[in-house]
C-alpha cells in the first residue's frame, strides 16, 4: 500500500471514517431503493434487510425520501376548493349569500412563489392521503376474503385522511373566524398537445377541473382491491397519457411530487365518483 | 501452482490499488472554497425560507396551523402508521409567542451561517433548526426542502467558514501578530488550508447528488409519459406549476419530446458521466439548463436554484482560487479545475510544508515555503563552494606530489641508464613513500574517482540530510 494521501489522517482514524461514511451512505441509497422495489407484496427482503437498521437514522436526517420528482409520469394538479360560511344568519338564502369560496393554492392570495408553493403542497398531501371511508358492515367479512389486518389498515388510513381534514378545517375556521368550513378536492387535468395545438384553450378553463367526491366505498370495491386481486404485476406501466377526460380510476394518476409519491404508499387503488366543477363566481382562476 | 501464485498477487496488488483510489478519494486534502461558496448559498436559501414562513407563521406552526402539533405527532409517531424517528419538539410548542422566539433565533442562526459568522457553531445549528421544522411541516413540504437540507448536513461538520465569512475576517483580525493561537481559537475559525472534513463533505454530496438523479431518472423510466416524449408537455402544460407560458411548444412536438428524452437519459446516467473530466462539463451543463428550465418556467425559483448551487459541487476549489488570484501549482491548474482529485496533489504538496502551521493563510503558506527553499539552496550552495575549495588545495597537494614524483623518477632513470643505482639508495626509499597508492603511470583516474565518489549523495535541495562520503 502505497503512503497515506494526508499525513494528519492515522490508518485507524480512516479505517473508522470509512465505516462511517459506508453506514452513511447505505442510509442514502436504502430509502430510494426501498421506495422503488415496493411491490403489491411490500417491500423487497432484500432491501428491508439493507433498511431495516439504517432506518431510524435516515428519517431523522430527512433522507428516507424517493426523489421520484415528475415520476413515474407528470399528472394532474390538485387543489383544494374551500367554502367558508359565517352562519350568522338562519335562513337559506342568507347562507348562500354568506358562503364565501377560495381556492387553495392561489397566486392571488399566497406570495411569495414559495408560500404559494407551500400551499399547493397541502392540497397534494390531503389528496394523496384520501382513502374513502368504509361501509359499516365491512366488519362482518373479516375472514379469508378480508384479513384483519387489511381491514384495520383500511380504518386506519381513514382515520388519517379524516384527522389531515380535521386540521386543515379547523385551521380555516380559526382564520377566516367562520362557523362552518368545507373542503373539496379537485383535479386540474392537462389538455392533451394535438388538441391543445389545433385549438389552444386556456389551461384554466372551468371544465378542465373535476370534483373529487367523498363516497363510502362499497362492499365489492373493498373486496376486489385485495393484494391477490390486484392487477399484477406493473400497474403503472400501463397508465394512459392524460387525455384532458375525467379519470375513472386512482391508478391512472400519476404523482408529481416526492411528498405525493411517499404519502400514495400507503393507499390503495380504488375507484373514486368524479365530477366536473360547476364554474365558481371565483377562485378558479388562480391568477 | 504458478498461476495460482500470480492470480494471488494480481488479487492482492489490485486490493492495494483499490485502497490506495479509497483513500485518495477520501481522505485526500481539500481547499474549501466550493463550500465557502455553497454555505453562502444554502444560508441565503434557508434564511429566505424561514423569512417568508415568518410571513404566515400561525398557519404553519402552532396549535391552528393547517396541519396542527397534533395532527403532525400522529403522523409520525405511530399512531397514524408506522412510527419514524422524525422527531421534532415543535410539536408540543402551543405559545404563539414561544414559536415567535423560536423562529426568530432560526432566522438569526441562518443568516449567521450564510455570512460565515461563529460558523463551527451556526452550521450544525442551522441543521438542527432546519431539522426540527421539516419534522413539523409535514405537508407542506417539496424538493426545495430536500436538497437545501442535504446541503446543510454536509456543511454543518466541514470548515466552510474559513473564507469568505465573518470568520476570515476575525481570524485575520485576531491572529495578527500572534505566532501561536490556542487550538479552540484555530477550531472556531478555521484556516483556508486544505483538510480532509472539506473533502469527505465534499464527496458525501457529490455522491448524495448523484444518488438523487439516479432514482430520480430511474423512477421516471418506470412511466410512460417520459419514454413517449410527452412528459415535458405535461409539465409545462400544468397550470399550478407554470411561470412561464411555453405553451406554444405544443405546436413542435419533435422539440419537446426530444427535451424529454435527453432530460431522462441525463438524470439516469448522471452518476457516471459527471466523472470523467471530458463529460462533467456537458452533465453540468444540462443540470444548469435542466433546473434552470424549472426554475424560469415551473415556478421553483428556489428549487432550481438550489439545485444549480448543490451541482456546483463538482466545481474543483482550486478554479475559485485562481479567481481569487492565489496562485496555484501548474500541473493542477491544467487538470480543467475541476477534477474530483484534482486538488488532491496541490493540497498534498501544501500540507507536507512545515511552514503551513505558523502562516495563518495558505497564501502566505506559499510565499513562506518558497522563502524556505531558497534560504536552504543558497545553504547548499556555501556547502557547495566550501567543498569546492576543500577538493581545489587537495588537487594542488596531490599535483605537487606528482610533481615530486616525476622529479625522483627522472632520477632514478637516470640513475639506472648511468648504472649509478644502487640498492638501499635513498631515491628508492623516497619512491616508496611517494608512489604508494599512486603507481608509476601518471593517471589521475584515482582522484577523480575520489572526487566524484565525495560529491555522490549530496542533495543540493536538502543540504542537511546529505551523505558524507
Redesign the interface.
Known sequence: ??P??????SRRL?IV??LL?LA??SA??AP??A??SRGPRGLSPSVSLLLSPL???G????L??????????????H?MRVEISSGENDSAEANDANVETRLY?SLDDQW???????????AE??NDAYQPALPGEAAKLVGSDLPIEELKAWR?GR??YE??A???I??LQ??FDAQDVKIDRLE?M??D??P??NE?TP??DPPTYVLLEDIPITLDTLLGVLPQDLPQP?P???????SGEPIRDRSET?E????R?RDSE?TVPIDRQRAVVPPVSEGVS?Q | MTSNTSLQQRLKNSASEFLDSWDEFWFAARHVETLAVLRIITGAMLLYSHVVLATNLESFLGVDAWINNDASRALHDGTLGEPTAAWSYLWNVDSPAMIGVHHFVTILVSASFMVGFLTRITGPLALWFQLMLIHRLLGSLFGLDQIVTYCAMYLAFAPCGAVFSVDAWLRRRFSAGSESTSKKFKWLFPSDAPSVSANVATRLLQIHLCVIYLFGGLAKARGQLWWDGTAMWYAIGNYEYQSLDVTFLAAYPRFFTALTHVTLFWEVFYCALVWPRWTRPITLAIAVAVHGGIALGLGMATFGLMMIAANGIFVSPLLIRRWRRIEVPEPNVAMAGMGPTSDASTASVIIASPSDKASPSTASASEAEIAKRLADLEKGEEAFRKRYHKLKRREAKVEERNDRIKATKAKIRAKLEDGTLVRGDKLLDQSGIELSGIGLNDSHDDLETHIDDSLSGYDLLNPTERKDS
Do not use: C, W
Open positions: 500500500m502505497s497515506p494521501t494526508s499525513p494528519r489522517i480512516r471514517l470509512s461514511i452513511h451512505l442514502v441509497i430510494p431503493l421506495f422503488q432506518a431510524a437514522y428519517q431523522f436526517l430527512y428516507d425520501r424517493g426523489y421520484a420528482f415528475f415520476a413515474p409520469d407528470p399528472g394532474p394538479s387543489l393554492p411569495p412563489r414559495l408560500l404559494y408553493h407551500r400551499h399547493f403542497m397541502l398531501f390531503l386506519m382515520q388519517r384527522m389531515i380535521d386540521s386543515m379547523r385551521h380559526k382564520k386540474h392537462i389538455p398537445f394535438v391543445y395545438a389552444p389551461l384554466n406493473e403503472r406501466e400501463t397508465v394512459p397519457a392524460p400519476s408529481t411530487t416526492d411528498e409519491e400507503t388562480p
